[in-house]
T-cell receptor, first 111, second 115 residues
Framework: KQEVTQIPAALSVPEGENLVLNCSFTDSAIYNLQWFRQDPGKGLTSLLLIQSSQREQTSGRLNASLDKSSGRSTLYIAASQPGDSATYLCAVDFGNEKLTFGTGTRLTIIP | DTAVSQTPKYLVTQMGNDKSIKCEQNLGHDTMYWYKQDSKKFLKIMFSYNNKELIINETVPNRFSPKSPDKAHLNLHINSLELGDSAVYFC??????????????FGPGTRLTVL
């Protein structure tokens, strides 16, 4: 069964610190992996998409890595800010014409 | 301009009623999706349409019927609503159907509460 897991479910970090969010998946034969952000009561916003052939993608203070062999991806956030507080979702395209989502990590940046 | 919009934002109704949720995207995308996010925040795909044709139906009860009048619109009609249908429903769109480089754009969600 193809599954995506995100641990921990919640994380609190003081402002200014760097942090890493984790995502693991059960099948290494993926097409791509995406990281989304969801603010309370809002829809999802795509942050980064890593194709199967890539090892990382960067956008501003965000860096996402992909290690297919170990079934893991990380989202690194540098110099965290209160505005980074949100739920971060990892989603994998296993090549079956749909995205399989993790349950997310709720991130709180403490001012 | 809003890229993917949904109406209504909130919907409260009684068990047994029939209701519809509308979705529109102005991105010129070919593919649209409906997702359900349950009370535990787990997000799961329900349907996807590519150029008005159904390409994914993820074992959703027959009470749920998507309709795509054109590729910019994908509406969701739900018959005989049940308590378990209470959730947030998200519409999304992408240029192609799950191309390697494709990003999905999500609407703001419709919070459905069945009493």
């Amino acid at each position: 069964k193809q599954e995506v897991t995100q641990i921990p479910a919640a994380l609190s970090v003081p402002e200014g610190e760097n942090l890493v969010l984790n995502c693991s998946f059960t099948d290494s034969a993926i097409y791509n992996l995406q990281w989304f952000r969801q603010d309370p009561g809002k829809g999802l916003t795509s942050l980064l998409l890593i194709q199967s052939s890539q090892r990382e993608q960067t956008s501003g203070r965000l860096n996402a890595s992909l290690d297919k062999s170990s079934g893991r991806s990380t989202l690194y956030i540098a110099a965290s800010q209160p505005g980074d507080s949100a739920t971060y979702l990892c989603a994998v395209d296993f090549g079956n014409e749909k995205l399989t989502f993790g349950t997310g990590t709720r991130l709180t940046i403490i001012p | 301009d809003t890229a993917v919009s949904q109406t209504p934002k909130y919907l409260v109704t009684q068990m047994g009623n029939d209701k519809s949720i509308k979705c529109e995207q102005n991105l010129g995308h070919d593919t649209m999706y409906w997702y359900k996010q349950d009370s535990k925040k787990f997000l799961k795909i329900m349907f996807s349409y590519n150029n008005k044709e159904l390409i994914i139906n993820e074992t959703v009860p027959n009470r749920f019927s998507p309709k795509s009048p054109d590729k910019a619109h994908l509406n969701l009609h739900i018959n005989s609503l049940e308590l378990g249908d209470s959730a947030v429903y998200f519409c999304a769109s992408s240029q192609e159907a799950f191309a390697y480089t494709d990003t999905q754009y999500f609407g703001p969600g419709t919070r459905l509460t069945v009493l």
